[in-house]
């Protein structure tokens, strides 16, 4: 059983779907025979047992309806409130909703009376702003809510509830989507790329970040060799409790790590000179604008990410080369907490995306990142930023293969 199933005037409900469908019999508020999807029906019962316990007294108006049964209400609403009023609340053959059985129209009882027109219904706003909070918890989800008129094609409905699982309501309660938004973001492909090595420079001739960040280190004390400066900014990411520390933003965290450079460095700088050098090297750092020309050209086709591992003085060099405003998403270590040595990093992106991992690509110059991609069953693309051609094809093959 598909509790994500998307049924609406563009979605109209296969002949297949009743194969599968399971309902149970109960009794609407009138005291007539009706019919919901099982678990629906049982989520409701513990829904409406809740509301009880707050003084809300709930029942159901409507629920299941055969094809057969839309028609009918047509016809009925038609000749009693008008053809304008019948294509703004209710739906075509096939494309209501409650052909599902998980679509239920809720009637009140407030002081022993009964509620059961729309019209009297939408006076009961903070009835309904109560049931509406508390759905999500029961798996259901406010069908056509306000604002989004556009996008599901109704009216506010605050009667309407659906059933879609109690995942995917609280996803989408709290994301404040709709289950045309969110059915539209599953069907679409992420391609994810990393930063340092694929945007930026690590190509050895070039300037590159690594020597960016050895010059820093040298700038606060020559006598270093590149080798030794290198060692001293790597042994200083990760403190005594394994705790990467150069990746955390607060205060405290920021000056732990300067005082841990300089001790392993055995210099003095303080942490407004050691961000200023680290900002100023990193800016000078080169990268691909052509590549970026073509990270942004992907927009129309799929979603584009960014990930990287990297510390708050990167920023000003990020925000240089790239318009993190194009990217839909964008996984910066430093925020996240997360760095891609921890599949965690990986979850957490999966968390945020909410689609299959074999629709997402993932491109980076780094063996252990893209490993780790793999272990999650992502696309991946090993590749430097000077590879386009190897990016481009990757890309290609990635989007045409659904
Ligand atoms: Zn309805």
Same mark, same amino acid.
């Given at each position: 059983?598909?509790?994500?199933?998307?049924?609406?005037?563009?979605?109209?409900?296969?002949?297949?779907?009743?194969?599968?469908?399971?309902?149970?019999?109960?009794?609407?508020?009138?005291?007539?025979?009706?019919?919901?999807?099982?678990?629906?029906? *049982?989520?409701?019962? *513990?829904?409406?047992?809740?509301?009880?316990?707050?003084?809300?007294?709930?029942?159901?108006?409507?629920?299941?309806?055969?094809?057969?049964?839309?028609?009918?209400?047509?016809?009925?609403?038609?000749?009693?409130?008008?053809?304008?009023?019948?294509?703004?609340?209710?739906?075509?053959?096939?494309?209501?909703?409650?052909?599902?059985?998980?679509?239920?129209?809720?009637?009140?009882?407030?002081?022993?009376?009964?509620?059961?027109?729309?019209?009297?219904?939408?006076?009961?706003? &903070?009835?309904?702003?109560?049931?509406?909070?508390?759905?999500?918890?029961?798996? #259901?989800?406010?069908?056509?809510?306000?604002?989004?008129?556009?996008?599901?094609?109704?009216?506010?409905?605050?009667?309407?509830?659906?059933?879609?699982?109690?995942?995917?309501?609280?996803?989408?309660?709290?994301?404040?989507?709709?289950?045309?938004?969110?059915?539209?973001?599953?069907?679409?492909?992420?391609?994810?790329?990393?930063?340092?090595?694929?945007?930026?420079?690590?190509?050895?001739?070039?300037?590159?970040?690594?020597?960016?960040?050895?010059?820093?280190?040298?700038?606060?004390?020559?006598?270093?060799? &590149?080798?030794?400066?290198?060692?001293?900014?790597?042994?200083?990411?990760?403190?005594?409790?394994?705790?990467?520390?150069?990746?955390?933003?607060?205060?405290?965290?920021?000056?732990?790590?300067?005082?841990?450079?300089?001790?392993?460095?055995? #210099?003095?700088?303080?942490?407004?000179?050691?961000?200023?050098?680290?900002?100023?090297?990193?800016?000078?750092?080169?990268?691909?604008?052509?590549?970026?020309?073509?990270?942004?050209?992907?927009?129309?086709?799929?979603?584009?990410?960014?990930?990287?591992?990297?510390?708050?003085?990167?920023?000003?060099?990020?925000?240089?080369?790239?318009?993190?405003?194009?990217?839909?998403?964008?996984?910066?270590?430093?925020?996240?907490?997360?760095?891609?040595?921890?599949?965690?990093?990986?979850?957490?992106?999966?968390?945020?995306?909410?689609?299959?991992?074999?629709?997402?690509?993932?491109?980076? &110059?780094?063996?252990? *990142?893209?490993?780790?991609?793999?272990?999650?069953?992502?696309?991946?693309?090993?590749? #430097?930023?000077?590879?386009?051609?190897?990016?481009?094809?990757?890309?290609?093959?990635?989007?045409?293969?659904?």
């Amino acid at each position: 059983m598909d509790y994500s199933i998307l049924v609406n005037k563009s979605n109209p409900i296969a002949n297949s779907y009743f194969d599968n469908l399971s309902l149970v019999e109960c009794l609407d508020i009138d005291g007539n025979k009706i019919s919901v999807e099982k678990t629906a029906y *049982n989520m409701y019962i *513990n829904l409406s047992a809740y509301l009880k316990t707050k003084n809300i007294f709930i029942e159901i108006a409507s629920a299941y309806r055969s094809i057969e049964e839309q028609q009918e209400i047509i016809d009925e609403f038609t000749k009693k409130y008008g053809v304008d009023y019948v294509s703004k609340y209710t739906a075509p053959i096939r494309t209501s909703e409650h052909h599902t059985g998980l679509a239920i129209d809720l009637a009140l009882i407030v002081d022993g009376v009964k509620i059961c027109e729309n019209e009297d219904l939408l006076k009961y706003e &903070d009835i309904f702003f109560e049931i509406h909070q508390s759905l999500s918890d029961y798996g #259901f989800i406010l069908r056509y809510p306000k604002g989004k008129e556009d996008i599901t094609g109704y009216g506010y409905e605050p009667w309407h509830i659906r059933y879609v699982g109690k995942e995917l309501a609280k996803y989408l309660y709290k994301n404040n989507l709709t289950l045309e938004e969110y059915v539209e973001k599953q069907l679409t492909k992420v391609i994810i790329f990393d930063w340092g090595g694929v945007i930026m420079h690590r190509d050895p001739v070039e300037n590159n970040d690594k020597q960016a960040i050895i010059r820093v280190i040298k700038s606060f004390n020559p006598t270093l060799s &590149d080798d030794e400066a290198w060692n001293v900014y790597l042994n200083s990411l990760i403190d005594e409790n394994g705790i990467y520390i150069s990746q955390q933003c607060d205060e405290v965290s920021k000056a732990k790590w300067v005082e841990r450079l300089n001790n392993l460095g055995n #210099f003095n700088a303080s942490l407004q000179e050691f961000s200023e050098k680290f900002s100023a090297e990193y800016l000078s750092v080169g990268y691909y604008s052509d590549l970026i020309d073509y990270i942004y050209s992907l927009k129309d086709k799929c979603q584009i990410g960014l990930f990287s591992d990297l510390i708050y003085g990167c920023t000003p060099a990020l925000n240089k080369q790239l318009d993190l405003s194009k990217f839909d998403n964008v996984w910066l270590s430093y925020q996240t907490g997360l760095r891609k040595n921890t599949l965690d990093a990986f979850i957490l992106i999966e968390n945020d995306l909410l689609v299959s991992p074999e629709n997402i690509l993932f491109i980076d &110059d780094s063996t252990v *990142n893209i490993m780790n991609a793999k272990k999650r069953g992502w696309q991946t693309c090993q590749a #430097f930023g000077y590879e386009i051609d190897k990016i481009k094809a990757s890309v290609t093959d990635f989007l045409n293969n659904r």
